[in-house]
């Protein structure tokens, strides 16, 4: 098992254009989260999806970002019109099952990340 | 709204001390806390997963405990070793609302430890 894949590791975009970062959960995980980590900021939780749904995308900025699982390939975190400000590291996170299911035992496992430079 | 203070933000330290890094959060509503190791440029490796009805957790030369009624975690690190500098991440999950499954993370503490 390869672990959680990210692709690009590493992706440079001008002002304007489109991000699409890539995320390849372990095998056999059904539950993917994504994270954004901005320079000198702790990581923050953006989206939880599940197979071809969002479950909880509370921390996703309202325009611009948008995430899917679908049924078959990885998950993609998309951001249009990039800015500046989109420069951070985006990590993906998947698991086997949901916290509840686990009654709390669930381990996350997190990919290398994908880290976005805008110019 | 759920906060997660790590102290210190920083911290180095010879070959061979041992060494506690502090972990608080806000609201004790918590499934679990996991404290996670990350290395410059990579992504993040858990070390240790408390469950809330756990008190502490070991493995190899690393503790944390947890005590919810407080809000404070800490991991214990002994006999450090260079191998050992990264950046080190607390991380909590609340009780689910809604379907929600977020980790709350910290800023971190990195650690350097000298030879």
């Known amino acids: 098992n390869a672990g959680v894949m990210q692709n690009p590791r590493h992706l440079v975009r001008r002002r304007g254009q489109e991000a699409r970062l890539r995320c390849s959960p372990m095998?056999?995980?059904?539950?993917v989260y994504w994270y954004r980590q901005l320079p000198e900021e702790g990581l923050k939780f953006m989206v939880y999806l599940q197979k071809e749904n969002i479950i909880d995308e509370s921390g996703m900025p309202k325009e611009r970002f948008s995430a899917e699982f679908p049924k078959e390939g990885p998950s993609i975190l998309r951001i249009q019109q990039v800015v500046r400000g989109d420069s951070a590291a985006y990590f993906c996170a998947s698991s086997l099952r949901t916290v509840s299911e686990s009654s709390g035992a669930n381990v996350l496992t997190f990919g290398a990340g994908s880290r976005l430079t805008v110019l | 709204k759920q906060e997660v203070t790590q102290i210190p933000a920083a911290l180095s330290v010879p070959e061979g001390e041992n060494l506690v890094l502090n972990c608080s959060f806000t609201d004790s509503a918590i499934y679990n806390l996991q404290w996670f190791r990350q290395d410059p440029g990579k992504g993040l490796t858990s070390l240790l997963l408390i469950q809330s009805s756990q008190r502490e957790q070991t493995s190899g030369r690393l503790n944390a405990s947890l005590d919810k009624s407080s809000g404070r975690s800490t991991l214990y690190i002994a006999a450090s070793q260079p191998g050992d500098s990264a950046t080190y991440l607390c991380?909590?999950?609340?009780?689910?609302?809604?379907?929600?499954?977020?980790?709350?993370f910290g800023k971190g503490t990195k650690l350097t430890v000298n030879p």
């Open positions: 991380a909590v999950i609340g009780l689910p609302q809604g379907g929600s499954e977020k980790l709350v």
């Open positions: 095998k056999g995980h059904s539950h």
